[in-house]
């Protein structure tokens, strides 16, 4: 039986039915190194991006809608405990944007130390809590209590606050634990003033009277050192006596009035 010579050709060329060339295996395998390469370096990117994204939602809020401080000190005792972790609105008067700011080298990488207002929704008030940058040493972060707006006059009698020659209804919220008097002359403490608030400025006191350091001291707020209006505690933490006791449970998200 004769075999077409073409047909012979063809089977030699064709090779056989089963299995894969040689060659083509590596082929197969830089195939699908590449293709797992691709996909590391697309989740990578993923959750950089994600990362990325989300650092720039944290800082856009932290600068423009609402901002986490920790008080420090017993100086707005009995409002605010040492230990009280706070919410402070950026947005309660007005949208600002911040201006003569520098670059460090922590979180936020950028620090600034006034703001512009750019759309005002109203003014501090008599009574409102704010935080606001020292005006001896802007690096640190104050919180105190509106006492005097603009063009008010202001003065403390024997520690009676007075405000446009009317005593100040602050007992609700304040406490004197000092039943000492001081000399205006000698200290500021429990007589000071009259002096009158000037434009775009605030006179400020801490709720713990006998042991702030406040506009008696060191004189105004400016306006565009505001940070903004403290509104809630969202977390207490005392860390003394009975262990059971440090978190201050009754203090999760009160209001700061």
Request: aromatic content about 10%; some cysteine.
């Amino acid at each position: 039986m004769s075999v077409d010579p073409n047909q012979a050709n063809l089977d030699k060329l064709s090779g056989p039915s089963s299995g894969g060339s040689p060659a083509a295996e590596p082929e197969a395998k830089l195939s699908e190194q590449s293709t797992g390469q691709a996909g590391a370096k697309s989740i990578i990117r993923e959750y950089s991006e994600a990362i990325i994204v989300a650092l720039l939602l944290a800082f856009a809020i932290r600068v423009f809608v609402v901002q986490a401080f920790k008080i420090p000190s017993g100086s707005m005792i009995p409002t605010l405990q040492i230990g009280d972790h706070i919410l402070v609105s950026k947005l309660s008067y007005g949208l600002q944007w911040p201006a003569d700011c520098k670059l460090q080298w922590n979180f936020p990488p950028v620090n600034c130390y006034t703001s512009k207002t750019v759309i005002e929704f109203g003014k501090p008030q008599r009574g409102d809590i704010i935080v606001f940058r020292f005006p001896e040493d802007e690096e640190k972060d104050f919180i105190k209590r509106i006492v005097g707006t603009p063009g008010d006059t202001v003065q403390v009698r024997n520690k009676v606050v007075l405000v446009n020659g009317q005593p100040l209804d602050d007992k609700a919220f304040t406490q004197r634990v000092d039943p000492g008097m001081i000399d205006g002359t000698i200290n500021p403490r429990d007589n000071f003033g009259p002096v009158t608030v000037p434009e775009a400025s605030y006179f400020v006191m801490g709720d713990n009277r006998d042991q702030s350091l406040d506009s008696r001291f060191w004189g105004y707020v400016r306006e565009e050192k505001i940070r903004g209006k403290a509104f809630r505690i969202y977390w207490s933490w005392s860390g003394q006596g009975n262990w059971t006791e440090w978190v201050r449970w009754e203090r999760f998200g009160k209001a700061i009035q």
